[in-house]
């Protein structure tokens, strides 16, 4: 099994910064995408950035110039810089991996974290 376990989020003013992180750990063989997605209430899940295992990234147009994905393959991690937030950020954060299990048959496994809030006042 894989847990992906976040942390990071909170409360903070307009204008200010948070830094998600979300580590997996579990019967890992190798990670292929990794990101961060978000949900606020009555809306649907919306993909925020995403990276590769070779580092390529791609943001959520709202998120562009603000949020920076970034991932320690070494550790299996992967972290979400957010600056400059303004309220409309506010959401439940999800970390998403694609995994591929060891021991397993190399068919890659969608994994979810359970969330973390992100509140940004105005």
């Known amino acids: 099994q894989v847990q992906l376990v976040e942390s990071g989020g909170g409360l903070v003013q307009a204008g200010g910064s948070l830094r998600l992180s979300c580590a997996a750990s579990?019967?890992?063989?190798?990670?292929?995408?990794m990101a961060w997605y978000r949900q606020s209430p009555g809306k649907q899940r919306e993909l925020v950035a995403s990276?590769?295992?070779?580092?390529?990234?791609n943001y959520e147009d709202s998120v562009k110039g603000r949020f920076t994905i970034s991932r320690d393959n070494a550790k299996n991690t992967v972290y979400l810089q957010m600056n400059s937030l303004k309220p409309e950020d506010t959401a439940v954060y999800y970390c998403y991996a694609k995994v591929i299990p060891r021991n397993s048959d190399g068919v890659p496994v969608n994994y979810w974290g359970q969330g973390t809030q992100v509140t940004v006042s105005s």
């Open positions: 990276i590769t295992s070779f580092g390529s990234t």
């Open positions: 579990g019967r890992i063989f190798s990670i292929n995408d």
